[in-house]
Structure formats: structure tokens, C-alpha cells
């Protein structure tokens, strides 16, 4: 079964930091861009970063620019989102998610995760 599962989330006070990870299961990630969205209640889902398969491009929204850091380990069929200075806004639900090429459009991706809860808050 194909599946991508993310973990990592949880309760941080403002300005601190998260590692967020998206594991895949199923299927080699190496093949794969890969993009982390994310969705807060009452807004759309958006796109925050995404790498590419071979982890040479890497794709930042302006809201996350030079807070967050995206990575991938293909061995371990495995990709992270380093997120510091975090802020109250950043709070949402982020989801990975597994296309051929990164794009911000979700309907492009084939697999997605369940999703992880990030809350800032003091």
C-alpha cells in the first residue's frame, strides 16, 4: 500500500522550532517530488516548500522564506521541514505530499499524508 505518513507535529511557543517528517511507505520516495502544504481552519490548504526527487531545487512560500528549511534523505525514503522562529499564523495542519515535479497546486500531487497538527501558541 502506498503511504506517506507524517510526524513531528505538536504545541510550540512562539519563536520555536519544529521537525516536521514525511515518511514513505510502499513506494520509493527518491522518484518523487516532494511538498508540504498546509491548512488552517476556515482557509484553503497552501503550499509552504517543496524538493525536488534528486533534492537539487528547493521552493519556499514567501511567508516561510528563511524560517523553514526542507530536506530529503532518499535512503531513508524520508523527507523533513525544519521550522524555526515560529509564529502564531504558522499554526495549521501540514500535510506532505508526493508529485513528479514540484508546483504549488495540490490537485497535482498523486499521494498525500493524513497530516500533522502544529499549534504556536504561549
Known amino acids: 500500500q502506498l503511504q506517506l505518513v507524517e510526524s513531528g507535529g505538536g504545541l510550540v511557543q512562539p519563536g520555536g522550532s519544529l521537525r516536521l517528517s514525511c515518511a514513505a511507505s510502499?513506494?520509493?520516495?527518491?522518484?518523487?517530488?516532494i511538498g508540504w502544504f498546509r491548512q488552517a481552519p476556515g482557509k484553503e490548504r497552501e503550499g509552504v516548500s517543496c524538493?525536488?526527487?534528486?533534492?537539487?531545487?528547493?521552493n519556499y512560500a514567501n511567508s516561510v522564506k528563511d524560517r523553514f528549511t526542507i530536506s530529503r534523505d532518499n535512503a531513508k525514503n524520508t523527507v523533513y521541514l525544519q521550522m524555526n522562529s515560529l509564529k502564531p499564523e504558522d499554526t495549521a495542519v501540514y500535510y506532505c505530499?508526493?508529485?513528479?515535479?514540484?508546483?504549488?497546486?495540490?490537485?497535482?500531487?498523486?499521494?498525500w499524508g493524513q497530516g500533522t497538527q502544529v499549534t504556536v501558541s504561549s
Open positions: 524538493i525536488s526527487s534528486s533534492g537539487g531545487s528547493e
Open positions: 510502499g513506494f520509493t520516495l527518491g522518484y518523487y517530488a
Open positions: 505530499a508526493a508529485a513528479r515535479f514540484c508546483r504549488w497546486d495540490p490537485p497535482w500531487y498523486d499521494y
